[in-house]
Nanobody, 122 residues
């Protein structure tokens, strides 16, 4: 599976962005999908996960209530809607696959995509 995250950019605090994770080479419907981020000088952290069917989601406490993960298996794409963005959300965001939601929450990912930069600044 080849993954590509897109949709990042520069946004002011309080603004919104929608990230997309598109796949090629294999269907995403067999996988749970996770979004992760890594800020300069910090360890990578899990942001959100969604199971294969899209019926169950997980969010890190730091983004709960602000971010929403969704998927369109027909389009082979997963989304991360990010609202009420804060400067501390600034990071490179990555999407990745896992064999289950549990594995995703444990950061046990198997395929990783290239990231997209999100910068939140006034």
């Amino acid at each position: 599976v080849q993954l590509q995250a897109s949709g990042g950019g520069l946004v002011r605090p309080g603004g919104s962005l929608r990230l997309s994770c598109a796949a090629s080479g294999r269907t995403l419907r067999d996988y749970a999908i996770g979004w992760f981020r890594q800020a300069p000088g910090k360890e990578r952290e899990g942001v959100s996960c969604i199971n294969a069917s899209g019926g169950t989601t997980y969010y890190a406490d730091s983004v709960k209530g602000r971010f929403a993960i969704s998927r369109d298996n027909a389009e082979n794409t997963v989304y991360l809607q990010m609202n009420s963005l804060k400067p501390e959300d600034t990071a490179v965001y990555y999407c990745a696959t896992a064999t289950s939601l549990y594995r995703c929450i444990q950061s046990g990912m198997n395929y990783w995509g290239k990231g997209t930069q999100v910068t939140v600044s006034s």
